[in-house]
Structure formats: C-alpha cells, structure tokens
C-alpha cells in the first residue's frame, strides 16, 4: 500500500507539473495576440469544481477539478472539448480566437506543446548539472551482462561484452541500437562473436516481462545477514567473492552453480558427497582468503551483494552553463527515440503493451527519488508534447492540422466540420483510454 501512494503521489504531483505548463502555453499565447481566456483548470471538473477564483478585472476564473487526469484552458471563440456550440452561433468579437489571423491562432494551439517540450530541456538541463551522468562502458563490464530468454533465442549468451552494433561501437549500452540493428558483434570468451538481429526483434521484446540484458556485477557483498552461514564463516561487507569449489564464478555463475548443487543433492539423497558444504574464495582489500562453509537448506548463504560494486561506472559533471547544451541533446534523442518506437504501437503486440495511468504510475520509483522522478517527469513532458502534436482531432496537433490547411488554401473549415471533427476526435481518445486502462487491469488481475 505505501508502494502504490509514493507512486501516485509522485504520478499526481508530475503530471500536475505538466498540465499547468502545457496550458500556461497555450494562456500565454493567447494573451500575447489578445484572445480571451475564460477558464484556466488544473484537472478535470465534471459535476463540481473544488476551488474557483476571479481576480478583479481580469476574463478567466482559474479553478482546481477533482479529477486529476489533465487539466484545460477555456479559450473564448474556440471549438474545444467544452463543446460550447452557442458561444459560437453568436456574433464574432474581436477577443475570440476565430476572429484572429490564422497564423496567430497556430501559435496559440502549439503554446502547450512548445512549452511541454522547452520544460523537458530545462529539467535534463538541471539534472546534468545537479547529479551529473553516469554510465557504464559497454566494453568495460568485466562479466559482460545477462540475457532473457528472448535475448538468448536469437544468440545471445549470458557473460557476452556488447561491442558494436551494425559497426558502430557501444559506448553504453542501449537497446534501440540493438533492436534496429542487423547484427550486433560480441565478445565472448576471447573471440568476436556475431549475433544477427530479426526484423521483428521489438515485437518479440514488447511480450516479456523482465530486461531484455543487464550488466553483471561482481559478487562483491552489500551487507550479511545475522546468524546466517555467511557471518558463521566470517564473511564481511565488501567482501568480493570469486571462486566457489574452485571454479572461478561471477554472481549470476554462483547462483548457477548453488543450484545445480541443490539438483545433485535432491536426486542423489543417499550419496556420501555433502553438496551443502562448500569453499569460497574471495577478496578483502586486495587478499585472497579461503573459507569453507554449509550453507542452509534453500541453498544461500545470507548475503546481499552490492549491485554497483565492481561495474566500471564513469561520472560525468557538468558545469551550469554547459549543462544546457547537453540538456537539449538528451532532450532531442529522447524526443528522437520515442517518435521511432511509435511505429511498434501498431502492431498486435504494440496494441497490447498500452498502457494507462497504471502503467505510467509504475515507471515512478518505489522509493522517493528525486532524481528518477524529475527524469520521469522530462520523460513525460516529452511524451505529452508529441502525442498532442498527432494531428488527431480533439489534440492540438489536430487544431494545427486544420490551421495549417487554412494557411495553405486560404479556406477556413466550417463550425460544423469542426464541431464533428471534435466529437470524432473526442470518441477515438476516450476509446484509446479506455483501451490502455483495460490493458492495466487485465496485466494487474492476469
């Protein structure tokens, strides 16, 4: 339960974040061409608003829903999801938005979405320059990284060093090169390995439920349990293990071995060999000690390992002004990066990895950190500033869509058409809703 409201209160203060930004844009560009505002609402308010005010002699009363999924802007002279028909069937006035030249009203409509994606840039500017970069070196990972099953149907084998993707070299690792790549080269062992890549290698990821890779520490020791095996054999914090029974071994290698042991030991219930006592080898500061000891019935010996020891992580800062240069670069790759992983939505497995507020919820991490959440957070700005750009109908990408026409035939669409377009735009998003939450549900229950 405290998981679920870290992750919702997170969820709610994030797009809280993004909807006031998103509708000071379109506020903004309206006042500054002289357009009316008559509503500014963080959240939705069906039935009832939880706080209304009007300052004196100003057009727009600013309110607060009490249904935290967006928000809204109520521009006057325009048709939007209020859907107000009759404040259309009057008399143009110089303050609408319809009485505006049309170049003025697609600023207006593209306000949100510029200023969703110049927050975005802002916030990966001052994470850069608050907490730096940090990654690994594809290269550099000793063990080489782990695989799913997926991963190792095409080739991949666990312990493999990434090294190149279609010929260009891994400088971290990133699985967009990997799945638009042809063939991605390996080392494995002491030899170069190649491992071809199927067209439809997304499609085949979008179905599991677990990394497709991750690096492999050293089985360096984060902390030891009382009374376990462990602190019986005087195993300490800090602790790096590297061989058991003799043979040299990686985490992923010992909990391999443990539980090969524990198969020899079930079928062979009689044999005089006792599986459950072992020798460790290990490292403190830089000597090599030896122990032996039984481990308990489940096979462990009660330690947790310190999953960044021992992984060749490289720190990079940023000084305040150079951080923004390399905000925007991040900002453009990410934007870059979704904007192609778009056409995998199409598909039937695309069709089911929708997801809803659930799913977004879930990317928020368990644990307050205000790192990952204003990482999430640009994320996010980044995601809403392209899905309302689409040129569906009801988004303000389908606003531009009509405007632009407007601009190129010098022919303005009809209220009606506008009015059906709304509604047909409105039906598609509430069906897409109802779609992603439905997936939720169905992921959360089955």
Request: aromatic fraction near 16%.
């Amino acid at each position: 339960m405290e998981t679920f409201l870290i992750r919702a209160l997170q969820l709610i203060m994030s797009l809280s974040l993004l909807v006031i930004v998103h509708e000071i844009g379109h506020f903004l560009f309206a006042r500054l061409y002289k357009t009316r505002v008559e509503k500014f609402c963080l959240f939705f308010n069906p039935w009832f608003t939880l706080f209304k005010f009007k300052p004196k002699k100003s057009d727009t009363t600013y309110m607060i829903g009490w249904l935290p999924l967006g928000g809204y802007v109520k521009i006057a002279g325009m048709i939007d999801e209020s859907m107000d028909i009759g404040q259309m069937a009057q008399p143009e006035q110089p303050w609408e938005f319809r009485s505006k030249p049309a170049w003025q009203r697609l600023l207006i409509m593209v306000g949100g979405v510029l200023f969703n994606f110049l927050l975005a840039l802002f916030i990966y500017s001052m994470i850069l320059f608050h907490w730096g970069d940090e990654y690994i070196p594809a290269k550099e990972a000793k063990y080489g990284m782990a695989f799913n099953e997926t991963a190792k149907s095409i080739g991949f084998q666990d312990g493999d060093i990434m090294l190149s993707a279609d010929g260009k070299e891994f400088t971290r690792f990133d699985l967009r090169s990997v799945v638009n790549a042809r063939q991605v080269t390996v080392l494995r062992g002491d030899k170069e390995v190649s491992v071809y890549i199927p067209e439809d290698m997304m499609q085949k990821l979008m179905s599991d439920s677990i990394y497709f890779a991750r690096y492999i520490p050293a089985f360096v020791i984060g902390s030891v349990n009382e009374g376990s095996p462990a602190m019986m054999a005087g195993l300490q914090a800090g602790d790096s293990i590297y061989a058991l029974n003799g043979e040299l071994v990686s985490h992923p290698g010992y909990q391999n071995r443990m539980e090969a042991l524990k198969a020899q030991a079930a079928i062979a219930e009689n044999d005089s060999v006792d599986y459950r006592r072992i020798t460790l080898a290990y490292y403190r500061d830089g000597v090599s000690y030896t122990t032996s000891l039984e481990v308990d019935s489940a096979y462990t010996i009660g330690v947790y390992i310190d999953q960044r020891k021992g992984l060749p992580f490289v720190k990079v800062k940023y000084g305040f002004f150079e951080s923004f240069p390399a905000g925007v670069i991040l900002g453009v790759n990410t934007l870059k990066g979704y904007v192609g992983d778009m056409k995998h939505i199409f598909s039937k497995e695309g069709a089911k990895q929708l997801g809803g507020f659930g799913t977004i919820g879930s990317i928020f991490p368990a644990q307050w950190d205000w790192h990952k959440f204003w990482y999430m957070t640009a994320l996010l700005s980044i995601i809403l500033a392209f899905m309302n750009i689409l040129p569906i109908p009801a988004l303000d990408g389908g606003h531009v869509l009509f405007l632009l026409y407007e601009i190129v035939t010098r022919r303005k669409p009809s209220d009606r058409f506008m009015e059906y377009a709304q509604v047909t735009g409105m039906t598609l998003l509430f069906g897409l809703l109802i779609w992603a939450n439905f997936n939720d549900i169905m992921r959360f229950f089955f």
